[in-house]
């Protein structure tokens, strides 16, 4: 009886799938927070970045993992994991009471009952502002893991890496000096979002143009420094 062949994907393959996920996340993120759009469509975008980022994530450690394991690359898929499926949690809950809040609002037939359900809109929305924090945590330690990472690879160094650290770094700490604001950028400091974003998007950059200079008999490799 024949043996049944197991096809592995091969690192150039994750390195793809990597790309093709983060660009779109990429893409739905900064729509939905910098274009102004129909209510459904800016929501449907701003839902559709955590699956996105959980597949490009995935797809991240996979290709790195093929130039060498490491703690360090295991506890960043660990709280990158973490980070997408808060932010997801976070997105469709504030969609759902965003939605509700609006339409009470519609319905209310004066104003002591528009005051009443702003009340009530702002004790609900805490809930998901507390999801938003657990998302700050996670992407933070997530993202310094991954710059990490990448210090600590010839290929990249520090010039990937060195920023990405400083911006999770930063980032975190604006935010839990924030707290409880949901945001640094909401408590009057600088917002860090914008610099995570061009971080991650210099990465995939990087990725795409690693994409492109590939060779086909390039070696997995082990040209990984990171401890394990």
Known sequence: MEATRTHIPSPRAWLLTAIMCGIPATICYGLSIGVPLPFKLDY?????????????????????RSKGEGIDLDMMLLFLIAAGISFTLMATM?????????????????????????????????????????????ISTGTFLLGLVLFRRR??????????????AGGLTLNLIAFPEVNAGSAGMIDPAPFFAVWFSVL?????????????????????????
């Open 44 to 64: 449907l975008l701003f839902f559709a970045f955590g699956p996105f980022f959980l597949a490009s994530v995935y797809a991240i450690y996979r290709y790195l």
């Open 155 to 168: 290929d990249y160094g520090p010039w990937y890496g060195l920023p990405g650290m400083i911006v999770a």
């Open 94 to 138: 504030q969609g759902f009471i965003r939605g509700a809040y609006r339409d009470a609002m519609a319905a209310a037939l004066d104003d002591e009952a528009r005051e009443q359900v702003r009340i009530v809109f702002r004790h609900v929305d805490s809930t998901q502002q507390g999801l938003d924090m657990a998302f700050d945590l996670f």
């Open 204 to 228: 995939a950059l990087r990725f795409v143009w690693d994409l492109l200079a590939w060779k086909e008999d390039e070696p997995a490799n082990s040209d990984s420094l990171s401890v394990g």
